[in-house]
């Protein structure tokens, strides 16, 4: 009976560190990813407005186009982590959902509809690493590139990113929408 309580306690420990974090955990995770998130997207963004003033909008797309991915894995590397920009409308192939964010992506845009602002989550990923998502909202800065084509896209950028991303899914939104998510996985 002994072994029987043992391995039965041992399971529960066992399900319980692997499946779930505790709300100490969560804070923590959340907290990193959160400042790991603002350290991209502000260097990101920083970069992209001053190409943005040197060479317009040609500029800022080649831009993205060659180094936003390294921009995101240099800063995995320095931080220690997985972190992926990514949506269900995307720009760049190499940055399409997998299961798991989808369903994230899907769950922010159900609290948008509900006028829930939606915040970061931490949850334990399907690897039983922990995993920090935080929703990109849509400002009135990102509608040059990701607008809506004849009204805040002009022809000729979207041209210009129709050369760069021709499989491109990444317009027609408004201010305040849902562009995507930060994804961080944490080892």
């Not at 260097?43 to 500029?59: A, T, V």
């Not at 896209?153 to 939104?173: H, M, R, V």
């Amino acid at each position: 009976m002994k072994q029987y309580i043992f391995l039965l306690l041992l399971s529960i420990t066992f399900f319980s560190c692997t499946n779930s974090l505790s709300k100490k955990e969560i804070e923590l995770f959340t907290e990193k990813g959160n400042l790991i998130a603002q350290q991209a997207a502000q260097e990101l963004s920083e970069k992209l407005m001053d190409k943005m003033k040197e060479g317009g909008i040609p500029l800022a797309v080649e831009y993205c186009n060659i180094e936003a991915l390294p921009l995101t894995s240099k800063i995995s590397e320095a931080e220690h982590v997985h972190i992926k920009r990514t949506s269900l409308k995307v720009r760049n192939s190499q940055n399409s959902p997998n299961k798991e964010e989808v369903q994230v992506l899907n769950k922010f845009l159900s609290m948008i509809d509900r006028n829930v602002s939606p915040k970061p989550i931490v949850k334990m990923n399907q690897s039983g690493s922990p995993h920090y998502y935080a929703p990109i909202l849509v400002d009135s800065k990102c509608l040059m590139c990701h607008g809506t084509p004849d009204q805040d896209l002009s022809k000729k950028t979207d041209s210009i990113i129709k050369t760069y991303y021709p499989k491109d899914l990444a317009t027609g939104f408004k201010e305040g929408d849902l562009r995507g998510i930060w994804s961080i996985s944490f080892p």
